[in-house]
């Protein structure tokens, strides 16, 4: 309510701090946001999955940021992935040349999403893996795992991580190989096979 000139109190319309939020489909994505390969790069893969809840329902409205070394198992220090027009302000989007490693895409109405970025190399003692930052309704903080993709089985059992984690749930962290450079990773919130998430301290 607020106090009128006339000392009555009239209702105040609800704004999106009011009402059930966080809006993650409002002014976070962007144009090529899934799209973090350059052009018609030979070590280019594509990643498809879905966001499940408890009950193994989709989530219309997820949201996911992904970053991923290179081939070479280098992280990119480049910038590019939202340029901006200095003139305008206006969303200019990626270049298309320039691999910065980082990528942020939503789900649809059936809760897939899906991105193409590069082959990821190993780094040090890890074995090749894509970091995930998963924000959904219903989360009071986002979520982190990873993605390993599964072509190197040696590494995947010499990983450091994975070495911490159960036996029978490690696979919730590892891609299946769709064939063709695609590979499937669904993010299954809670619940009977629900993904290993990470935290950082």
Not at 62 to 85: C, Y
């Amino acid at each position: 309510m607020t106090e009128t000139g006339t000392g009555r109190a009239e209702p105040v319309l609800p704004t999106p701090s009011h009402t059930v939020g966080p809006f993650y489909g409002h002014a976070l994505p962007f144009p090529g946001g899934g799209d973090i390969a350059p052009l018609g790069h030979p070590d280019t893969i594509t990643l498809r999955g879905r966001v499940l809840d408890g009950a193994g329902e989709p989530l219309p409205d997820a949201f996911l940021e992904l970053w991923g070394a290179g081939p070479d198992g280098e992280v990119a220090r480049i910038d590019g992935s939202m340029r901006r027009d200095p003139a305008s302000g206006g969303f200019l989007g990626r270049d298309g040349v320039e691999f910065t490693g980082w990528g942020r895409v939503q789900t649809d109405a059936g809760g897939h999403w899906s991105a193409r970025t590069l082959r990821p190399g190993a780094r040090g003692r890890c074995a090749p893996y894509l970091s995930v930052c998963v924000f959904a309704r219903g989360l009071m903080k986002h979520l982190f795992t990873r993605i390993y993709l599964p072509d190197h089985p040696a590494a995947l059992a010499a990983d450091p991580l994975l070495a911490r984690v159960a036996e029978d749930r490690r696979a919730t962290l590892i891609a299946a190989d769709r064939g063709r450079g695609a590979y499937g990773f669904d993010i299954r919130l809670q619940g009977e096979g629900e993904t290993v998430f990470l935290e950082y301290q």
